[in-house]
């Protein structure tokens, strides 16, 4: 077995832990629990103040505003829908349209759904991965993380995907579910990361066989939203303990870079 590390704070003892913003390894003297693992003294100095809240209020979203609002826009965007002839004609997703250069319809389109139970399916979803991400890592990385990886299943679709139309949140989804996974990874030799790995990587399995039942789910879309998110979050682990603005620039730049690859190819 290797021998675990020492902390970095306190050589002569040594740990398994690590902190989930930078990595490095920490005592439990030196470890402050977050909403996903543990973090040092100075990433959790950064991050601000360590907030008590009664556990009904951590599992309400009124402790992820941001959360809150993308579930008030996709359930919004799906009543325009249907109540509303031709509100979706400019704002689905669409090869003609992305040719057009109407990059605009790679976002717009994760807030439209082909039914009910596809939107309930999604916003179910983003109940559970948002609140805790939004926490975690703040209110505006989150949502740029969110939006990086909507464009990123959208340009994986019309890079890969042929020529089809698609709406949903799927790929925002993956890359909340590519967060996970990394953080996971990251703390794999804890116990709190064994769980989340098992416990995604069980959801990720389920969720990438469902196109082989049901052909009409876009695979692209998954796959593009996942790898979005992992190349994120693992971008935020090598920059260590930044703020919140650093990380809502990176994840930013990533789907500017991503809308300038789809318009340019």
């Given at each position: 077995?290797?021998?675990?590390?020492?902390?970095?704070?306190?050589?002569?003892?040594?740990?398994?832990?690590?902190?989930?913003?930078?990595?490095?390894?920490?005592c439990?003297?030196?470890s402050?629990?977050?909403?996903?693992?543990?973090?040092?003294p100075?990433?959790?100095?950064?991050?601000?103040?360590?907030?008590v809240?009664?556990?009904?209020?951590?599992?309400?979203?009124?402790?992820?505003?941001?959360?809150?609002?993308?579930?008030?826009?996709?359930?919004?965007?799906?009543?325009?829908q249907?109540m509303?002839?031709?509100?979706?004609?400019s704002l689905?997703?669409?090869?003609?349209?992305?040719?057009?250069?109407?990059?605009?319809?790679?976002?717009?389109?994760?807030?439209?759904?082909?039914?009910?139970?596809?939107?309930?399916?999604?916003?179910?979803a983003?109940?559970?991965l948002?609140?805790?991400?939004?926490?975690?890592v703040?209110?505006?990385?989150?949502?740029?993380?969110?939006?990086?990886?909507?464009?990123?299943?959208g340009?994986?679709?019309?890079?890969?995907?042929?020529?089809?139309?698609?709406?949903?949140?799927?790929?925002?989804?993956?890359?909340?579910?590519?967060?996970?996974?990394?953080?996971?990874?990251?703390?794999?030799?804890?116990?709190?990361?064994?769980?989340?790995?098992?416990?995604?990587?069980?959801?990720?399995?389920?969720?990438?066989?469902?196109?082989?039942?049901?052909?009409?789910?876009?695979?692209?879309?998954?796959l593009?939203?996942?790898?979005?998110?992992v190349?994120?979050?693992?971008?935020w682990?090598?920059?260590?303990?930044?703020?919140e603005?650093?990380?809502?620039?990176?994840?930013?730049?990533?789907?500017l870079?991503?809308?300038?690859?789809?318009?340019?190819?």
């Open positions: 077995m290797d021998e675990a590390p020492v902390c970095y704070r306190h050589p002569d003892r040594r740990t398994r832990l690590r902190c989930s913003q930078c990595d490095r390894p920490i439990p003297d030196c402050y629990d977050a909403s996903v693992g543990q973090r040092c100075e990433c959790h100095k950064s991050v601000g103040t360590t907030q809240r009664r556990v009904r209020d951590m599992n309400a979203l009124t402790a992820a505003p941001f959360t809150r609002g993308l579930l008030i826009a996709i359930i919004v965007g799906y009543l325009a249907i509303v002839v031709g509100f979706d004609s689905i997703q669409t090869a003609t349209g992305i040719e057009n250069n109407e990059l605009w319809r790679l976002v717009t389109t994760a807030f439209l759904h082909g039914s009910l139970f596809h939107l309930a399916l999604n916003g179910y983003l109940w559970i948002g609140p805790p991400i939004e926490r975690g703040g209110s505006v990385p989150f949502v740029t993380l969110w939006l990086a990886s909507v464009i990123g299943g340009a994986t679709v019309h890079l890969i995907g042929g020529y089809f139309a698609v709406v949903g949140a799927s790929g925002g989804l993956f890359g909340l579910f590519g967060y996970f996974l990394v953080v996971g990874w990251r703390q794999r030799k804890t116990q709190a990361g064994r769980g989340l790995l098992r416990q995604f990587g069980f959801l990720l399995a389920i969720n990438a066989a469902a196109p082989l039942f049901f052909p009409i789910i876009s695979w692209q879309a998954h593009g939203g996942l790898f979005t998110g190349a994120v979050t693992t971008m682990a090598a920059w260590g303990g930044r703020g603005t650093a990380k809502s620039i990176l994840a930013g730049s990533v789907g870079a991503l809308l300038a690859l789809v318009a340019f190819l």
